[in-house]
């Protein structure tokens, strides 16, 4: 009975290992780190340091909607690596205020993360995905790359 417990606690942990290796989560790194996910290997690089993606806000349009300002962005992820990205992790903070909850399309946002929808089969070498919010004030959010699966 015991040599069966321990086989599949062993089974157990080498699942929950390999889980883990097969993708990067955005706290699996410290601050002003990227978690990135390449050939399975994890590697914690600094956020200047991500060279092969950018993502860029465009500011569309604002206007006053009953005395309060809005502004429409758009936002592009764009693939300049050699490998298509199969997910991506991009965090805001506080300065984030979406007008309401229809405010945020064509990405996943949950906890302060952006993720590429379910439906996207990731961003193709020399590609881009791009996504939108209208978002309380004229100033642009922060957005912080966290983490990137290869």
Same mark, same amino acid.
């Given at each position: ?7 599949? %606690? ?61 502004? %429409? ?42 993720? %590429? ?34």
């Amino acid at each position: 009975m015991i040599s069966w417990f321990t086989l599949v %606690l062993v089974v157990i942990s080498v699942s929950v290992s390999s889980a883990s290796m097969g993708f990067c989560d955005p706290n699996d790194c410290g601050v002003d780190q990227v978690c990135m996910l390449d050939n399975n290997a994890k590697h914690c690089i600094l956020q200047n340091d991500v060279h092969n993606l950018a993502v860029t806000q465009v500011m569309e349009k604002t206007w006053v909607e009953n005395g309060k300002n809005f502004t %429409l962005y758009r936002v592009h992820i764009i693939n300049f690596g050699v490998k298509t990205l199969k997910h991506i992790s991009i965090q805001t903070d506080s300065t984030l205020d979406p007008r309401d909850n229809t405010s945020i399309w064509n990405i996943e946002f949950h906890n302060g993360f952006f993720t %590429l929808p379910f439906y996207s089969f990731g961003i193709p070498a020399g590609g881009e995905f791009i996504f939108g919010y209208i978002d309380h004030g004229v100033k642009a959010p922060n957005l912080y790359i966290r983490s990137i699966n290869f």
